[in-house]
Each structure stands twice: as C-alpha cells, then as structure tokens.
Nanobody, 124 residues
Framework: QVQLVESGGGLVQAGGSLRLSCAVS????????MGWFRQAPGKEREFVAA????????DYVASVKGRFTISRDNAKKTVYLQMDSLKPEDTAVYYC?????????????????WGQGTQVTVSS
C-alpha cells in the first residue's frame, strides 16, 4: 500500500517561489510514475506535471511550462515540484499522485493513490 504525504505549501507573493515535496512510503518509488495536480476553489481538479519512473521524461500543463519543474529522488522516495515565478492564478490545493504506470501521464483517472494535499496561496 502506497502512502503519499505532501509538504511545502504556504503563502507567497506573486513572482516568488515554493518547492513542494511528496514523501512516498509503502513501496519502492522507482516502480511507478508520479504526478502533481491542483484544485482551486470552485474549479475542477487540473493536471500540473508528471514524471516517469526514472525521471527521464516529464510533462507539464501549458500554463506552468517554464515556471514549474517536477523532479524525483528515488533513493529518498520523494518527488518535488519547484514552482518559480508564481502567479495568483496558481493558488490552489496541490495534490501528489501515484500511478502504476511507468510512463508519465496527465490523466487523473490513471492515478490510483493520492495525497491529502497542500495549500498554495499566491498574493498579488
């Protein structure tokens, strides 16, 4: 049974940076791809970024390309989301998710395990 715990959220001014972490327990991290999603109040959950099992392939939603970077450290069983040049529209609860696939995917339905989420608030 895989468990995911996010951390690193908080309040930051527009233009600032945050790094989210997702600690994985229960299984070897290198067995599966990981993703980050977000949900703003009153909006649908949205794909943000994904990374394959080895870290050699990544995918991003267009609105964060060039500003966010997903990475993973399989030895530390942790996945990261570095968020730079943050904008007020990035405000949301951010969720880490694990899929049984080896390749990165943006499809939320393919992720079987989710964390509890961490709040990111960007002030203007």
């Amino acid at each position: 049974q895989v468990q995911l715990v996010e951390s690193g959220g908080g309040l930051v001014q527009a233009g600032g940076s945050l790094r989210l972490s997702c600690a994985v327990s229960g299984r070897t991290l290198s067995n599966f791809a990981m993703g980050w999603f977000r949900q703003a109040p009153g909006k649908e959950r949205e794909f943000v970024a994904a990374i394959n099992w080895s870290g050699s392939s990544t995918d991003y939603v267009a609105s964060v390309k060039g500003r966010f970077t997903i990475s993973r450290d399989n030895a530390k069983k942790t996945v990261y989301l570095q968020m730079d040049s943050l904008k007020p529209e990035d405000t949301a609860v951010y969720y880490c998710a694990a899929t049984q696939r080896f390749s990165a995917t943006s499809q939320a339905s393919l992720y079987s395990t989710w964390g509890q989420g961490t709040q990111v608030t960007v002030s203007s």
